[in-house]
Nanobody
């Protein structure tokens, strides 16, 4: 059973947009940090964006420097998170993985749950 299922990947031209979705099921993810990592061929998996709460239950949204101003993460009240990706560049080409963790998504090696990934290809 896969608790995180991504969708929305595809191929777009430089400057185009895609919207990724991730449905979380089989667990109560209400208070988990939920977000996205990506991994390009020959590179390590890297953080993209996350939503969650601090230890004091204060909401936050975080982005990597490479996507700030172009990507927007959001979540509904129950089980789905989204990643709106605008002004896509060839360097955004990667497999995008949905991720969930009880604490945070700062360390990929400590992530509790991973989706299987959805491929985003940006052509020049």
């Amino acid at each position: 059973q896969v608790p995180l299922i991504e969708s929305g990947g595809g191929q777009v031209q430089t400057g185009g947009s895609l919207r990724l979705s991730c449905v979380a099921s089989g667990r109560n993810f209400r208070f988990y940090a939920l977000g996205w990592f990506r991994q390009a061929p020959g590179k390590e998996r890297e953080f993209v964006a996350a939503t969650g709460w601090t230890a004091g239950d204060r909401y936050y949204a975080d982005y990597s420097d490479s996507v700030k101003g172009r990507f927007t993460i959001s979540r509904n009240a129950t089980d789905t998170i989204y990643l709106q990706m605008n002004d896509l560049k060839p360097e955004d080409t990667a497999v995008y993985y949905c991720a969930a963790d009880m604490n945070n998504l700062k360390a990929p090696t400590l992530v509790d749950y991973w989706g299987k990934g959805t491929l985003v290809t940006v052509s020049s």
